[in-house]
């Protein structure tokens, strides 16, 4: 009881106490479920629990709580010409004076969660194998990659150096949504189809 109260009051001593929280519960809830899930639902209604709470966590964290939290945001570009897919936004591209500095409650708590997180994954997989759970092994190889590539991303984004890479991305709001492929992407598969069709005619 000790440990949760004092848990309780280093969460309380964060810059964003709500969001930390919802941060750590988005990483622990999956796997909660995981473990407990098969107690009341049958492997398929678990299966899409779990996957949707992965999705949740993945967009909350790579979109709102890594923002707010560690100032750090990126996103995966489909539609570049460049071999540079990754887009990043860090606090080292803005003045310090332009926001609040990073409460190291705040980076300590993300950091050591999106670490966690995938090497959890990775004992359950490996538990997996021993047991021959081979179904449960498919949802835990998802677990793993979606938990993995989000701190793989935080991590290149948090290593970035604006002034070095001279980013053209430097400019954008820190509040704009990450970009999805556009109706270009569509245009180039109708005419890729076109050519098809016009083959076999």
Excluded at 24 to 30: E, V
Excluded at 36 to 52: D, E, K, N, P, R
Excluded at 69 to 79: F, G, H, I, K, P
Excluded at 126 to 134: A, G
């Amino acid at each position: 009881m000790e440990h949760l109260s004092n848990f309780y009051n280093t969460i309380l001593k964060s810059s964003h106490p709500i969001l930390l929280g919802l941060h750590l519960a988005g990483k622990a809830a999956p796997i909660v479920f995981y473990i407990i899930g098969s107690l009341f639902l049958g492997f398929t209604a678990q299966f899409i629990c779990v996957v949707l709470l992965l999705a949740f966590d993945f967009y909350l964290t790579k979109n709102i709580s890594g923002r707010k939290l560690v100032q750090l945001r990126w996103w995966y570009d489909s539609t570049t010409e460049n071999t540079e897919t990754f887009r990043f936004e860090s606090y080292k591209q803005y003045p310090p004076s332009l926001g609040p500095p990073i409460n190291p409650i705040d980076s300590r708590l993300f950091w050591w969660s999106m670490y966690a997180t995938p090497i959890v994954w990775a004992v359950f997989g490996i538990l997996c194998i021993l047991r021959l759970k081979l179904f449960y092994l498919v949802l835990v190889v998802v677990a793993v990659f979606l938990t993995g590539w989000n701190t793989y991303g935080f991590r290149c984004c948090d290593k970035w150096d604006p002034i070095a890479k001279n980013a053209d991305n430097s400019t954008e709001s820190w509040f704009q949504l990450p970009s999805i492929p556009g109706l270009d992407n569509l245009q180039r598969m109708a005419r890729f189809q076109s050519f098809f069709q016009g083959q076999s005619s």
